[in-house]
């Protein structure tokens, strides 16, 4: 069974940076596929971006693509997210979730379709 813990939230002004890591455990060596979802108060859990196990093939939500970028250290077993020129609106709980098996595009960024979830870091961005 998969472990995820996220780290590398935090406080952060707008047009800031910041790096979330998720160290992944429990099923190195399989196919899987990873990916970053957030939930703002009082809206839905929403897909940020995924990784696909070892070829490292990406999705990202249309809006955040550019700004944000997904991206694995496999022999660290981690999962990072690079997020540049935030914005207020980028406030959420962010959470790092796993699932075995491939996936790609829209079906990536649909937390129905993952399994192992860390418990989520804080990034809150003020104006």
């Known amino acids: 069974q998969a472990q995820l813990v996220e780290s590398g939230g935090g406080s952060v002004q707008a047009g800031g940076s910041l790096r979330l890591s998720c160290a992944a455990s429990?099923?190195?060596?399989?196919?899987?596929?990873m990916a970053w979802f957030r939930q703002a108060p009082g809206k839905e859990r929403e897909g940020v971006a995924a990784?696909?196990?070892?070829?490292?093939?990406?999705a990202y939500a249309y809006s955040l693509k550019g700004r944000f970028t997904i991206s694995t250290d496999n022999a660290k077993n981690t999962l990072y997210l690079q997020m540049n020129s935030l914005k207020p609106e980028d406030t959420a709980m962010y959470y790092c979730?796993?699932?075995?098996?491939?996936?790609?595009?829209?079906?990536?960024?649909?937390?129905?379709?993952?399994?192992?979830w860390g418990q989520g870091t804080q990034v809150t961005v003020s104006s």
């Open positions: 990784v696909v196990g070892r070829d490292g093939t990406t």
């Open positions: 429990g099923y190195t060596g399989s196919t899987y596929s």
């Open positions: 979730a796993a699932r075995f098996g491939r996936c790609s595009g829209s079906w990536c960024l649909d937390p129905r379709n993952f399994a192992y």
